[in-house]
Nanobody
Framework: QLQLVESGGGLVQPGGSLTLSCAVI????????IGWFRQSPGKEREGVAHISISEKTSYYEDSMKGRCTLSGDYAKNTFYLRIDSLKPEDTADYYCAAAGRSYYPITYYADHPEVYNSWGQGTQVTVSS
């Protein structure tokens, strides 16, 4: 498994923006996809977005489609999730995860989140005035 470290969370006012980072360190295994997920108190975890390392493609789930943007610095093995127009209901712990196998199409990762086998500890995002 890989080690993933998220950062960038914090307190943001409604309507604000935030960029979360996911650093993949300790390259003990290859990875093919990075996914972002979130979990709010009392709710199930839901997928946010996925980025394919090999295909350089992205897929955004309905949860935050149109308000978030994925990017990656492949040389630094660091991936970013920018979230705009934040709402109080976006308050959650945000996690990144890595999949150790390649699947196609990229939507497979959204439909089968169990393929992610390395997870970060999460970073908390609170949207409040």
């Amino acid at each position: 498994q890989l080690q993933l470290v998220e950062s960038g969370g914090g307190l943001v006012q409604p309507g604000g923006s935030l960029t979360l980072s996911c650093a993949v360190i300790g390259f003990t295994a290859p990875y093919y996809n990075i996914g972002w997920f979130r979990q709010s108190p009392g709710k199930e975890r839901e997928g946010v977005a996925h980025i394919s390392i090999s295909e350089k493609t992205s897929y955004y789930e309905d949860s935050m489609k149109g308000r978030c943007t994925l990017s990656g610095d492949y040389a630094k093995n660091t991936f970013y999730l920018r979230i705009d127009s934040l709402k109080p209901e976006d308050t959650a712990d945000y996690y990144c995860a890595a999949a150790g196998r390649s699947y196609y199409p990229i939507t497979y990762y959204a439909d089968h989140p169990e393929v992610y086998n390395s997870w970060g500890q999460g970073t908390q995002v609170t949207v409040s005035s």
